[in-house]
């Protein structure tokens, strides 16, 4: 078949079916419209149904990225504090001295080298006791 007589045939089956549908009685078409109106509930209703579950998912991955946004931004980690053991090494009989040294935020420096510091002030108490 080519395209005139597809066209043909396409315009010679509408015609039949619009005289087909002008003859319907009453009752056939309250029918016919009661079924369409049942289709359209059913396609509104799967509409719907799909909707739940991708809100709940689409809800979900927002909850997720957010708390693995969150997550990644933290604040830098502060020097930590040395070990107690080191700590209770130093010497704190200089009392108000030491603490200023240790208490001084500029001595970063301090606490990267206490473990040298509490090996000295050994050194100085062999020597002196």
């Not at 045939?9 to 016919?32: G, K």
Request: charged share 20%; proline share 3%.
């Amino acid at each position: 078949m080519n395209d005139q007589n597809d066209f043909v045939w396409i315009a010679q089956a509408t015609t039949a079916l619009d005289e087909s549908a002008r003859d319907l009685d009453a009752a056939t078409l309250s029918r016919l419209n009661r079924v369409r109106q049942a289709a359209l509930q059913q396609k509104r209703s799967r509409r719907v149904s799909w909707m739940l579950p991708a809100g709940l998912a689409g809800a979900c991955a927002m909850v997720l990225a957010i708390g693995v946004w969150h997550g990644a931004v933290r604040e830098p980690a502060l020097p930590t504090l040395p070990n107690a053991e080191l700590v209770h090494s130093v010497n704190w009989s200089n009392g108000a001295d030491d603490l200023e040294l240790v208490a001084n935020e500029d001595n970063i420096e301090l606490y990267q080298d206490l473990d040298f510091y509490a090996w000295l002030d050994t050194q100085n108490q062999e020597h002196d006791g």
